[in-house]
Nanobody, 114 residues
Framework: QVQLVESGGGLVQAGGSLRLSCAAS????????MGWYRQAPGKQRELVAT???????NYANSVKGRFTISREYAKNSVYLQMNSLKPEDTAVYYC????????WGQGTQVIVSS
């Protein structure tokens, strides 16, 4: 079972930036698709951004131009750089690892104050 450890959440003012990190265990990271999802209170979990094993990226319309997903194979890690944060970005952010099945991190809280 792959273990995912997220970090980097916190409280930030609107317009600020945060960088989330997710480190994956195991030796198959380079073959996995990785992603970030978020869940706000009272809402369903939604896709934020994904990156394939080859580095192709996909973003939710709400974050395009503000968020950037990247991965570092040497560190088995995926990152989410979040700029120009808005109060509506407030949510718990989850790292996702997808190969044969889905694995999820424990989540990291992001709070954007207005």
């Amino acid at each position: 079972q792959v273990q995912l450890v997220e970090s980097g959440g916190g409280l930030v003012q609107a317009g600020g930036s945060l960088r989330l990190s997710c480190a994956a265990s195991g030796s198959l990271f380079s073959r996995a698709a990785m992603g970030w999802y978020r869940q706000a209170p009272g809402k369903q979990r939604e896709l934020v951004a994904t990156i394939t094993y080859g580095g192709s990226t996909n973003y939710a319309n709400s974050v395009k131009g503000r968020f950037t997903i990247s991965r570092e194979y040497a560190k088995n890690s995926v990152y989410l750089q979040m700029n120009s944060l808005k109060p509506e970005d407030t949510a718990v952010y989850y790292c996702n690892y997808r190969l044969e099945n889905d694995c999820w991190g424990q989540g990291t809280q992001v709070i954007v104050s207005s």
